[in-house]
């Protein structure tokens, strides 16, 4: 089946600092990559739909200046969190989806930031 | 009111006993999808039903998708330990933009 990695698994920053997090499609074309974000015992969020070559579509509430995201190619996302604060610790989650006709998302095995 | 509704929100079951997480939508779906995780690790996919009255199984676990494509149910037989984890259902429908998810199922097997 469809492969997702992301990278780093995990993280470590002091405040203030920015950190990016990379969700590659290993095996297939990704038209588009979704990032999510989870809280402890919650469900995932949406953070932002990203196609590749176009900007971002964030979701209401989400910040796009702090939330960076680079869709430069068909295999390769990135999301960048500029000036982490505390509260931005949390589980990033990049899904994939590429295959036409079928919405089905493949998932990354997400990033644990801790802000320090 | 929530587009994807999820029950209950937390069940502990004694190891051996059945279990069922239901999955309602607002809306008629296109696909209803089940996913298994443990915080701080990534979705593992579980099962894509599509049509109405679909029903699949893998190893002890069945999920089925009622006929107007609205509520879906996902069984345990014989719980064991390793089936605990949140599992979330995901809707994708003409009333959703994305895959939506509901908040998730929390469930506890205890020895």
């Known amino acids: 089946g469809a492969v997702v990695s992301q990278h780093p698994s995990w993280v470590i920053c002091k405040s203030g600092t920015s950190v990016k997090i990379e969700c590659r499609s290993l095996?297939?074309?990704?038209?588009?990559m979704f990032w999510y974000r989870q809280f402890p015992k919650q469900s995932l969020m949406l953070m932002a739909t990203?196609?590749?070559?176009?900007?971002?579509?964030?979701e209401q509430g989400v910040e796009k200046d702090k939330f960076l995201i680079n869709h430069a190619s068909l295999t390769l996302s990135t999301l960048t969190v500029t000036s982490a604060h505390p509260e931005d610790s949390s589980f990033y989650i990049c899904?994939?989806?590429?295959?036409?006709?079928?919405?089905?998302?493949?998932f990354g095995p997400g990033t644990r930031l801790t802000v320090l | 009111s929530q587009e994807l509704e999820q029950s209950p929100q937390s069940l502990i079951v004694q190891e051996g006993k059945n279990l069922t997480i239901n999955c309602t939508s607002s809306?008629?779906?296109?696909?209803l999808y089940w996913y298994k995780q443990k915080y701080g690790e990534g979705l593992i996919f579980l099962m894509m039903?599509?049509?109405?009255?679909e029903e699949k199984s893998h190893e002890k676990i069945t999920a089925k998708l009622d006929e107007k494509k609205q509520q879906s149910s996902l069984h345990i037989t014989a719980s064991q330990p390793s089936h605990a984890g949140i599992y979330l259902c995901?809707?994708?429908?003409?009333?959703?933009?994305?895959?939506?998810f509901g908040k998730g199922t929390m469930l506890l097997v205890s020895p």
């Open positions: 899904s994939a989806n590429g295959l036409a006709g079928y919405n089905e998302q493949f």
């Open positions: 095996d297939f074309q990704a038209t588009t």
């Open positions: 990203s196609n590749e070559g176009s900007k971002a579509t964030y």
């Open positions: 809306k008629t779906l296109y696909g």
């Open positions: 039903l599509q049509k109405g009255g």
């Open positions: 995901g809707a994708d429908g003409p009333g959703y933009s994305t895959l939506t």
